[in-house]
């Protein structure tokens, strides 16, 4: 059975990650066969996909299939189904979970938990910790047991796992329908104009940084993407905002809001970790850098989840509290917010 997983982008994501350095006495060789030595288990219409893809650089520089190596060239490999990957261990890991029936069970995420294996993260995953407390849970178009859409490893909040075959395809196609309720709690720099607004842009890989997504005016280029945004609270230099999905693509929150300048708080990859609005003030400084240690990752909660129960047919609606490292974050920022002058210090 093909459980499609609202385009929710699985097969997006670049999993694996390999590096070779071509050595001094290689003959030219096609790089799709150059690979197939090296990469076990990977047949070499996956080595053409992925480069049809534009996810095999040479020498930082996308390739082609028929690119022919030679001596010293610096080879990366992104792939999107890694090899071994779908060779999980179980573990006993806790999980929090919110609800449970036959049908299906909802878990509060923690931040830091990667949601399902991939290059770099073999263990300790949520599949992992589902093959142990579970047995035969369904298997998603990506054969993953469980997932019928995934939140980032350092986003914390709701996930639902559908624990038959039924309850997979009647979710998967709630989520493909965009008839799923999904609200994200997002504290983002700058002070955001509007009180409520709306974000559309095709999201797909970005250019130069294969690790982000970015938005393209070209519809030709990516997949539509819709975020409905609502400010919550302002804090002068950083805003606490309500974010609901008509979609669900790869980074969406995260590049959507680095889009239109406001990227979200301590978010890494998205250039979110560096002081982007405030004073050049040592004390300034230094309320950042605790902000960051009390929150040491992408300020981005998955708050509230709903969708048709697949056997009853009943609405269900969750919702979490927001992790404690989210909140001490929000009370420093209360704090100062009420303490000082925004406009007398900004840059």
Not at 299 to 321: I, N, Q, S, Y
């Amino acid at each position: 059975m093909n459980n499609n997983i609202e385009n929710l982008d699985l097969e997006d994501e670049l999993f694996e990650h390999y590096r070779f350095e071509v050595p001094k006495g290689q003959a030219l060789l096609r790089i799709d066969k150059y690979l197939m030595n090296l990469i076990q288990n990977a047949t070499r219409n996956k080595i053409q996909n992925a480069a049809a893809e534009g996810n095999i650089f040479v020498n930082d520089i996308p390739v082609k299939s028929n690119y022919k190596v030679k001596p010293f060239d610096v080879v990366t490999v992104m792939l999107s189904h890694p090899p071994y990957e779908n060779h999980i261990l179980p573990e006993d890991l806790p999980l929090n979970i919110v609800y449970e029936d036959d049908a299906l069970l909802l878990i509060n995420k923690e931040p830091g938990m990667v949601v399902h294996p991939g290059h770099g993260n073999y263990t300790g995953t949520l599949v992992n910790a589902l093959a142990h407390h579970f047995d035969n849970l369904p298997m998603n178009s990506s054969e993953r047991p469980g997932l019928v859409h995934r939140i980032d490893k350092d986003t914390s909040g709701l996930l639902i796992i559908a624990k038959t075959e039924a309850a997979m395809t009647h979710l998967a196609k709630q989520f493909e329908a965009k008839t799923t309720e999904r609200e994200y709690i997002a504290l983002v720099w700058g002070n955001v104009a509007d009180d409520a607004g709306t974000i559309e842009g095709n999201l797909a890989r970005h250019l130069k940084d294969r690790m982000q997504m970015a938005v393209f005016a070209d519809p030709e280029i990516g997949k539509p993407a819709i975020t409905h945004y609502k400010v919550l609270e302002r804090f002068g230099y950083v805003t606490l905002i309500s974010c609901k999905l008509e979609t669900g693509r790869t980074h969406q929150i995260r590049a959507h809001m680095k889009h239109i300048g406001h990227p979200l708080f301590n978010d890494e990859r998205y250039g979110g970790h560096l002081i982007l609005k405030g004073t050049t003030f040592t004390k300034y400084k230094q309320f950042i850098e605790n902000c960051f240690k009390a929150l040491p990752r992408q300020a981005l909660h998955a708050k509230t989840l709903g969708f048709v129960h697949p056997t009853t047919g009943e609405m269900m609606r969750f919702d979490t509290e927001m992790p404690d490292d989210f909140k001490d974050c929000l009370e420093r920022w209360r704090n100062y917010s009420k303490s000082h002058n925004m406009e007398g210090e900004d840059n």
